[in-house]
């Protein structure tokens, strides 16, 4: 894991009054904006930086709309950042393995990368075997989206990001004008608002694949994970759904109970070199608990929720487990799967979702 320290900026676009003690009061710059590099084909890429009134911070640029780093504080009240990160533009776009970004059109799988919708069947880019994985070979994780102006909400840190992924583009149907809203709150809270639409019928799951690292390096396998779920979606050897809703009890799956990730991870072997499964979540569109994430060394704790009906744990198998991916989103490979909810988006109709990352410490 890269450990970079927070730059200091010039210039803020919004700043309040912060009371420190009773004889020392300094500004809060909330929003922050710098360069951050230039991409190969030239386009600008900013750095925006979130900050609260407790000292968190989140770092965001707006290349694949990406949390660069997140800063939160242990159980002494220290600062780390805890995301799997890199320092330069160049490193993001020319492989840098563990970028939180923002993945779309369809996150996670789309098995024979291809599709059919009334009637018409979509050829999709093929990038992993002869399937479709996170978006295809330039989804929205190798964007540059465009940053829009918002006004914070009372005691919130907010940036939005933009992006218009043109009718056919990595063969998905419809020009979808998608929307991301990251806000950073006074209660140590990350909130990801997703927003989308389509002038054609099409399909989106959007998620933000962040690698999790609380401890600020080192291995994730201590850590403790407790996942509300009682059943998830089993795959074929290329990890495509079956199809199937299956019970966890009795699997090397099960985190109903807090549970430390790397005790069972073994028995995942050689199938997989670690976890990389779908949780089902309870139905309906209202927020939900997903997961908490427990660090015993430094105490810090991540707890997630959302409206989506899905969680993928991942637990950076291709990194040697430093980290854990909590990616809320909606089961993979639906769109082959009517038993699954759909992730068909219609004209006049708006793809509307949001997950909530509340950090604490004990």
């Given at each position: 894991m890269?450990?970079?320290?927070?730059?200091?900026?010039?210039?803020?676009?919004?700043?309040?009054?912060?009371s420190l003690c009773p004889v020392l009061a300094k500004t809060l710059i909330r929003v922050e904006q710098t360069n951050f590099g230039i991409t190969q084909d030239g386009l600008l890429v900013k750095l925006i930086t979130l900050s609260n009134a407790t000292g968190m911070s989140a770092q965001i640029i707006n290349y694949g709309a990406i949390i660069k780093e997140l800063h939160a504080p242990d159980r002494k009240g220290v600062f780390t950042n805890i995301l799997l990160t890199t320092d330069s533009l160049q490193k993001f776009q020319?492989?840098?393995a563990g970028s939180a970004a923002i993945i779309g059109r369809v996150a996670n799988r789309i098995g024979n990368a291809q599709f059919e919708l009334d009637g018409t069947t979509h050829k999709l880019t093929v990038n992993e075997k002869k399937n479709t994985l996170h978006g295809g070979i330039?989804?929205?994780?190798?964007a540059v989206w465009t940053i829009?102006?918002?006004?914070s909400k009372l005691g919130e840190s907010s940036v939005k990001l933009t992006y218009l992924s043109r009718d056919l583009e990595e063969g998905f149907p419809g020009n979808l004008k998608t929307s991301v809203t990251y806000s950073l709150t006074d209660k140590n809270e990350l909130r990801i608002d997703y927003q989308a639409e389509t002038d054609k019928a099409t399909v989106v799951n959007l998620t933000n694949h962040a690698y999790w690292n609380l401890a600020g390096g080192g291995s994730c396998l201590d850590s403790i994970l407790w996942i509300p779920s009682k059943?998830?979606?089993?795959?074929?050897?290329?990890?495509?759904?079956?199809?199937?809703?299956v019970t966890l009890q009795g699997t090397p799956m099960d985190f109903s109970k807090?549970?430390?990730?790397?005790?069972r991870i073994e028995q995942l072997k050689p199938k997989l070199n670690g976890y990389d499964h779908n949780y089902v979540l309870i139905k309906g569109k209202s927020m939900k608990m997903a997961a908490r994430l427990f660090e015993p060394s430094s105490g810090r704790i991540l707890e997630v929720r959302t409206t989506q009906p899905a969680i993928q744990l991942y637990t950076g198998n291709h990194l040697g487990n430093t980290a854990v991916c909590l990616e809320t989103q909606h089961y993979p490979d639906a769109i082959h799967h009517k038993n699954f909810p759909s992730i068909i988006l219609r004209p006049k109709k708006i793809f509307n979702e949001t997950t909530l990352f509340t950090f604490l410490s004990k």
């Open positions: 890269t450990h970079l320290f927070t730059p200091t900026f010039a210039a803020g676009l919004v700043a309040v009054s912060l020319h492989g840098f330039k989804g929205f994780a190798q829009e102006n918002i006004q059943s998830y979606t089993p795959t074929d050897a290329e990890l495509i759904p079956t199809g199937e809703v807090p549970t430390r990730i790397g005790n």
